[in-house]
């Protein structure tokens, strides 16, 4: 069973065990740990290559009304909120990303702020990306916004604490995303039970990699993109198990 085929089964509340398979493999901001820049065109490409089935990505809102492709408030020492021209900065968009990529990766759209709503659907609906996507944030009322402009988006909760990790039962997402120490057997058997998709993040060492994946997560996203492909897919294997 392939990924796409697992998601719908899960969703539809028809398995409630993990199948036994390897989980979607992801760059985090690309390939994070290497010298190329993170959230990057570049680091994109760069994750691909090392055999990662896709990557996730920060969007921010440019003071221009663009969808950039940033982690941080700020970039080179200027408030993304404050820049009027993103390519004076060389800044890409979520336009730029999903016209390179929608063809030939699984993206994890996160948005960092409210107010992305319109240029996100815009985006997906002029390159909907053919080999799945799903959008994430860490902020309820986001998650809800998106929800409720379209219905049919594939939603994610990030969460890096105990203390909010409850609110994916309130929340109309079919991804959860823990922060890694959050992440148990228990959990992702509850989630499963609850047709759910596990994300685990930023998974760096290999130990933690094997572990996830017997645990039977459905996705790991890592800055170290080499050690996770050679820790979770053979080199036999890489890419031709997703298409």
């Known amino acids: 069973m392939d990924f796409f085929s697992l998601h719908e089964v899960r969703i539809a509340g028809t398995i409630s065990q993990p199948v036994s398979r390897s989980p979607l493999l992801l760059g985090h901001r690309g390939a994070r740990a290497s010298s190329v ?52 900065v060389n800044l890409p968009t979520l336009q730029d990303v999903l016209e390179g990529f929608c063809k030939r990766a699984f993206v994890d759209i996160e948005l960092k702020v409210p107010g992305l709503c319109s240029e996100l659907l815009l985006a997906l609906h002029q390159y909907p990306p053919a080999r799945g996507y799903v959008v994430s944030s860490f902020l309820p009322e986001v998650l809800s916004d998106v929800s409720t402009r379209n219905g049919s988006i594939p939603l994610g909760f990030i969460c890096d604490s105990a203390k909010y990790l409850h609110l994916w039962r309130e929340l109309p ?38 572990r996830l994946a017997d645990w039977g997560v459905d996705g790991i996203i890592s800055d170290q993109t080499e050690l996770l492909v050679n820790t979770l897919r053979p080199s036999q294997e890489r890419r031709a198990e997703w298409h």
């Open 37 to 88: 820049p993170e959230n990057t065109l570049e680091s994109f490409d760069l994750a691909l290559a090392h055999g990662c089935d896709g990557f996730e990505f920060d969007v921010r809102l440019a003071a221009c009304g663009c969808a950039v492709i940033c982690h941080d408030a700020e970039f080179r020492g200027v408030p993304v909120s404050e820049i009027h021209d993103t390519k004076s």
């Open 173 to 210: 997402v079919q991804y959860v995303m823990p922060q890694q120490f959050l992440i148990d057997r228990e959990l992702v058997h509850n989630l499963h039970d609850s047709s759910k998709l596990v994300f685990a993040w930023t998974v760096n060492d290999q130990a933690s990699m094997q």
